[in-house]
Nanobody
Framework: QVQLVESGGGLVQPGGSLRLSCAASGSLFSINAMGWYRQAPGKQRELVATINRGDSTNYADSVKGRFTISRDNAKNTVWLQMNTLKPEDTAVYYC??????????????WGQGTQVTVAS
């Protein structure tokens, strides 16, 4: 059984920073892409950033230059450093990992979500 556990959300003022982390635990073989998504009230879940096993990254236009995604394959962990936060970044943030549980079985796993609120 694989679990993703997120941490790091909270309330921050506009212009502030937060760092989210997500760690996978359980029986897994390897992890391909890792990513962060977010869902604001009344909106669909949207991609924030992804990083593949070779450390190639992809960002939503709305966060480019402000957010940085990184990973540690040995720790099965992905981080999202969020700087210069804006009220429109307020959302529940979910991590996602493409995990091979055996050499030929792969599933998408999601974290439980962590609330990020940007407000003065």
């Amino acid at each position: 059984q694989v679990q993703l556990v997120e941490s790091g959300g909270g309330l921050v003022q506009p212009g502030g920073s937060l760092r989210l982390s997500c760690a996978a635990s359980g029986s897994l073989f390897s992890i391909n892409a890792m990513g962060w998504y977010r869902q604001a009230p009344g909106k669909q879940r949207e991609l924030v950033a992804t990083i593949n096993r070779g450390d190639s990254t992809n960002y939503a236009d709305s966060v480019k230059g402000r957010f940085t995604i990184s990973r540690d394959n040995a720790k099965n962990t992905v981080w999202l450093q969020m700087n210069t936060l804006k009220p429109e970044d307020t959302a529940v943030y979910y991590c996602n990992m493409q995990i091979w549980t055996t050499i030929n079985v792969r599933y998408d796993y999601w974290g439980q979500g962590t609330q990020v609120t940007v407000a003065s």
